[in-house]
């Protein structure tokens, strides 16, 4: 059976088919009887969904978060937006037929090679020691790196959405640091632009489908620009690197959030830091404005994003 697309849902249409369950949480109707909240996805997008009647198993719990379930179903229609209402539910199983590349969105790029010129940026890095630490840490967290996504939702979601969204930010580091060199060190800049987000590999728990399930404990508790610093710091100790060096670096990557109300551990103190945060947030936003205009007709406003704090506008 031909794998039906999620943005090719119609209003009352009935839909049998292996997606993945996402969000899942038991709650209680106003007459006291349990239904299933979650939504359902695949690689064109995302419906929420409700199970009336609910009696499980099948997303009671989050363990259950990232993972293909065979649904059937009708589309309806709450508060202007289409919704599913599952008439059965049960984990996807080989003999339905169903094929990853149909249910994970992945990084619309070449990836073997993204890798190669990430490789090369790395490789241009004169300085020994910050080229050095770079190195080390694509060694031991490169396969993770290569694959996971960027964010649990908001931007880069997707598989290989961390490497993306490295190596659009790599680009934009060497041009902007060749445009202001007179005060730009470019071989800390291009190391901290590679290295601000691995530590996302270990704050984000993922799904044997490569998407994001949860935060992980340590991702709690820490967060990827700790964990990240103490990372660079561990390594630079191994390789003997100066303590000033070291110390920089892991002051971009404690920084590049730009304010303690977004997450900095410190605002950015240094022009390489400054503008490493700059360029995350181009491409963070940019990715956002894609994903949402993938959504939208032309000539039309979205909804509210959380992300930007506004409604966006799709021009012709």
């Known amino acids: ?62 363990a259950d978060d990232g993972k293909p379930v065979f649904v059937r179903g009708r589309v309806g229609e709450f508060k202007g937006s289409l919704q599913f209402t599952l008439s059965s539910i049960r984990y996807a199983e080989a003999a339905d037929g169903y094929s990853n590349a149909d249910l994970v969105p992945v990084a619309p790029i070449d990836l073997q090679e993204a890798g190669k010129m990430i490789r090369e940026y790395v490789n241009s890095i004169a300085d020994d020691d910050y080229r050095r630490i770079c190195e080390t840490m694509l060694e031991r967290y490169g396969k993770a790196f290569s694959v996971w ?9 997707f ?61 709690r508790l820490i967060g990827h620009l700790v964990m990240g610093a103490q990372n660079i710091a561990d390594v630079s100790r191994e390789l003997g690197v100066p303590d000033e060096k070291s110390v920089l670096l892991q002051h971009l990557i404690l920084s590049h959030h730009g304010e303690p109300a977004y997450g900095a551990a410190v605002e950015p103190m240094c022009a390489e830091a400054e503008l490493l945060h700059m360029v995350d947030l181009i491409d963070s936003r940019m990715e956002i404005y894609a994903e949402n205009y993938g959504t939208m007709e032309n000539d039309s406003f979205s909804d509210r994003i959380f992300a930007l704090e506004k409604r966006i506008y799709k021009h012709k």
């Open 1 to 62: 059976m031909a794998h039906k697309k999620i943005t090719g849902f119609v209003l009352n249409e009935d839909v049998s088919g292996v997606y993945i369950i996402r969000g899942c949480a038991v709650k209680t109707s106003v007459n006291g009887s349990s239904f299933l909240a979650c939504s359902l996805s695949d690689n064109s997008g995302s419906i929420e969904a409700k199970f009336w009647n609910y009696t499980g198993p099948v997303g009671a719990s989050s």
């Open 149 to 157: 996504p960027a964010a649990k939702s908001v931007h880069h979601g």
């Open 159 to 219: 598989v290989s959405g961390l490497m993306m969204h490295t190596f659009n930010m790599m680009k934009t580091a060497d041009f902007l640091a060749r445009q202001y060199a007179d005060v730009i060190d470019r071989d800390l800049l291009m190391a901290g632009t590679l290295l601000h987000d691995f530590a996302k590999t270990a704050e984000l728990g993922c799904s044997s489908l490569g998407l994001v399930t949860d935060y992980t404990v340590k991702g």
